[in-house]
């Protein structure tokens, strides 16, 4: 969840996806700082990509940036939509609001709006308003599980903008996101971080740990999900990837958690490993959101 280790996914995704770079025939477009809702005075903006030729609406991949929910931008993910955009999707990396200065839940309602924002532009990004999926790291891991578990009857879905349009997505990516946030399995390395997040303890604000944490929604109509864990991970312990997996199982929610022996944070799991699970990721989306 913190910044740290976001900026090393950022450098390792980069030296990934730089190392393909695009060919003519692969070529893509990128429109950036699109508004895609209003809160108050502050526009939410994300930055999109999709290939230039493409003749039937495309399935669409959102990333969302981590940095514990206080740090991080959507820039940090450039790369990752020109990848997804040459494999045939439309893809978005959103920008949100920030704790300290906003609180939950302001980037579930930010997310939800983006969601919400192209599937009401669904013609004019040629993307398929049924087919459209997330992938987070680390505190964009938890939002991304929180757009595939929640239905609009379980609130927070905020006044950004395009109110009749449903904020559910079909499928979840999750690099290292915390799934249980009033669980006593939190780091105390984490716990601060969680609490500048929510506003205050668990003790302080029950009930707002309850609706942060996406286990509270798992249910069976829910995205399939695909979650990557390391066991050594010192901010999001692989125990809370082992809950996620236990609800999904009971509710017979497709998908898998893949844990990854003495990885951490993503700080250490190397170019190998980062290649692996990004191919993984693509292998997941293709299957919940092209083979339909």
């Known amino acids: 969840m913190s910044i740290q280790h976001s900026a090393a996914w950022s450098l390792i995704s980069g030296v990934l996806l730089l190392a393909t770079p695009l060919s003519a025939a692969d070529a893509v477009t990128i429109q950036s700082d699109l508004v895609y809702g209003t809160v108050g005075e502050t526009k939410l903006s994300m930055d999109i990509a999709y290939p230039n030729k493409s003749l039937a609406p495309m399935p669409c991949i959102v990333v969302i940036h981590g940095g514990a929910w206080m740090h991080g931008n959507k820039s940090m993910h ?14 978005a990396s959103v920008g949100y609001r920030l704790a300290p200065s906003h609180r939950f839940p302001a980037q579930v309602e930010d997310v939800k709006c983006a969601i919400r924002y192209l599937r ?13 999926g997330a992938v987070g790291y680390s505190a964009g891991a938890h939002l991304s599980m929180m757009l595939g578990t929640m239905d609009k009857e379980d609130g927070l879905e905020g006044d950004g903008g395009w109110p009749d349009e449903s904020s559910k997505i079909q499928a979840v990516v999750s690099y290292f996101g915390p ?9 105390t390395n984490s716990v601060p971080l969680v609490s ?19 286990l509270t929604y798992v249910s069976p109509e829910d995205a399939p999900m695909l979650l990557f ?3 050594s ?8 990837a082992i809950k996620m997996v236990t609800a999904m199982s009971r509710h017979k929610v497709p998908g898998r958690v893949e844990l990854l022996i003495n990885a951490d944070h993503g700080g250490n799991w190397g170019i190998e490993e980062f290649e692996r699970t990004k191919d993984a990721t ?10 339909q």
């Open 78 to 91: 450039t790369d990752d939509i020109k990848y997804f955009a040459k494999q045939g999707y439309v893809s």
């Open 120 to 132: 009401a532009n669904c013609e004019k990004f040629n993307l398929d308003p049924n087919q459209i």
């Open 179 to 187: 799934t249980q946030l009033d669980a006593n399995d939190i780091p």
């Open 196 to 214: 500048t997040f929510i506003g205050g303890s668990p003790t302080e604000k029950p009930e707002s740990y309850r609706q942060a944490s996406p």
């Open 229 to 231: 864990q390391g066991t």
């Open 233 to 240: 991970d010192p901010l999001v312990p692989y125990s809370q």
């Open 282 to 291: 693509s292998a997941f989306f293709d299957k919940h959101l092209k083979n």
